[in-house]
């Protein structure tokens, strides 16, 4: 066909090996035999969305929403909460980040130890935490304080010293080499370098927190989910309609100010 | 000598650099403490309490007792977990990648793209968590509401992702297409899909792994998955079978994450990714709440 030489030949296609035919046959048995297992169904979808009960999520009876014992009482739980386990959980993770990194850990054994144990805690998510401890130590914002704290301290560290480690090792060196000992050169070597990510990754936490800290009352730790909670056993979804709307513009309001103070710092 | 020791009179110390004032921030930070710790009721006999009490149960934990739990049937609900994460994931990814065409600003019209990132923004702000709180009563209890739950969450982020990855694009695909004639779905298809695909399917990955957590928390309020089992036996006190269940979870968990950041590491090989911000996402995504 193509016999003129200067028109190059079409390059053909490269033909698909038998190994992705058998990835995407296990792969789409995987999806079928799942969604059979989670009762996946087309129709179900429209079934959803014509359901009579969504009749139920309206009117928002505001003289119920807007009270302090219903709303803004444990809407400041939650803010407590939130407030202070980000503040426990920072400060603890300062020291167990510098642990964690490669540059400024004080041994091998302390590096490896901090670093598995943290893996681990950070396997178990956060509300595990919560339902764990509020079985602890006693349902209420206690449990769910300890459980945020933990998990915050596992997701600081993670983040933190992954900064450590890529901090410039020059100062350390010339704080080593003028016979610093090993505390004073990370103090002065390390910190300043890394500080203002910190004090930005805090306020990150502080974000995940008031958000984590919103749905902690549904396993009993605390704030404004126990609300949530109650309204949804009552079946009262038009109080829960309205707790959501105010729960999510203060949340919405803390945000941006956290986040227009994170952007100033870095 | 002289002219040295004058020389060295003119040279002075520098002074220190002006700094922010210490007490500006302790005292507020003092403030939040206090202020956050009488409203929790903390007293001092609660506090040093409660690491006896976690001792006590902990030892309890050990050792886990796998036997029981296994007849109970928590192996197969560790794996619906597993099952709710994977579609939901499937129905996130196949809702939000036409959308993410359609929230790009180098391939989609203004009056259209607004809107969606309208979406893509309220639907990551509301965890999934509530999510299924409000479609538990319309789907009834089980593994669908959690499903659903985590495939509309899961448009969110993973079209605000994609729609990120498309607006990176390099633009002469989608012209070469526009020279030969090609319409704007020819553009999409042949000019921007091949050029994300490969990143877009790992954050896809990616997101299944976030989900895998995800659903298991799901099951605390009934959403189906391995929640529900954690709970009944945390509730009934018996804190080996809790504490297999646990391992459990971690178990998979880990290992679902393993081959996971395996395989995108193998689609994404040499592929620029912005280090940092994955590290936010997946922190956001990993505690199932996003900022």
Known sequence: ???????????????????????????????????????????????????????????????????????????????????????????????????MSSLTTPNKVVYFFSRSIMNLVRAVPDLFWAKLLVTAIGIGAFAGAWSLTIFSLAVMVKL?????????????????????????????????????????????????NIRASVVLGLVGAGGVGRVIETQRQFFRFDRILGLLVIIFVIVWIIEQISVSLRKRLV | ??????????????????????????????????????????????????????????????????????????????????????????????????????????????????????????????????????????????????TLAIGLHSIGTLGKWACESIEDIDDGPVEATKACGGKWVNGMRWGVLPQVMPIVSSYWLFRFEINVRASAVLGMIGAGGVGSELVSQLSFRNFPAASAVLLMTMAVVLTIDTISAAVRRRIIKGAEIDEESKNLEAIADLTGIRA
Not at chain 1, 22 to 30: E, N, P, S, T
Not at chain 1, 183 to 201: D, I, K, M, N
Not at chain 2, 22 to 48: D, M, Q
């Open chain 1, 160 to 208: 933190f010293s992954e900064t450590v480690d890529a901090a410039d090792p020059k100062p350390l060196e010339a704080a080593r080499s003028s016979g610093a000992k090993h505390l004073p050169a990370v103090r002065t070597g390390v910190l300043p370098t890394v500080f203002p990510s910190y004090v930005a990754y805090s306020l990150y936490i502080f974000e995940l």
């Open chain 2, 1 to 146: 000598m002289q002219n040295l020791s004058e020389t060295q009179a003119t040279v002075e110390r520098p002074l220190p650099p002006k700094t922010f004032h210490l007490w500006l921030i302790a005292v507020p930070l003092l403030v939040a403490i206090v202020w956050s710790v009488t409203g929790l009721n903390i007293t001092l006999s609660r506090l040093l309490d409660a690491p006896g009490d976690a001792w006590t149960i902990l030892r309890q934990m050990i050792p886990p007792a796998f036997g029981e739990v296994y007849e109970r049937g928590a192996v197969g609900k560790v794996f619906e977990s597993v099952y709710i994460a994977w579609i939901g994931t499937i129905i996130g990814a196949l809702i939000s990648l036409p959308l993410a065409f359609l929230a790009a600003h180098n391939v989609a019209p203004i009056w259209i793209r607004s809107p969606i990132r309208q979406l893509f923004n309220a639907i990551r702000a509301v965890p999934e968590l509530i999510l299924a709180v409000v479609l538990i009563p319309v789907t009834g209890l089980g593994a669908w509401a959690g």
């Open chain 1, 1 to 99: 066909m193509n016999d003129d030489p200067k028109i190059p030949i079409r390059p053909t296609k490269p033909k698909p090996r038998a190994r992705s035919f058998v990835i995407a046959l296990v792969l789409l048995g995987l999806t079928f035999w799942a969604a059979i297992k989670v009762s996946f169904n087309l129709s179900t979808f429209w079934e959803v969305w014509s359901n009579p009960i969504w009749a139920k999520f309206w009117p928002i009876p505001w003289d119920w929403v807007l009270t302090k014992e219903n709303t803004f009482d444990p809407l400041i739980e939650t803010l407590q909460i939130a407030v202070a386990s980000t503040l426990v959980g920072c400060l603890l993770a300062l020291p167990v980040s510098f642990a």
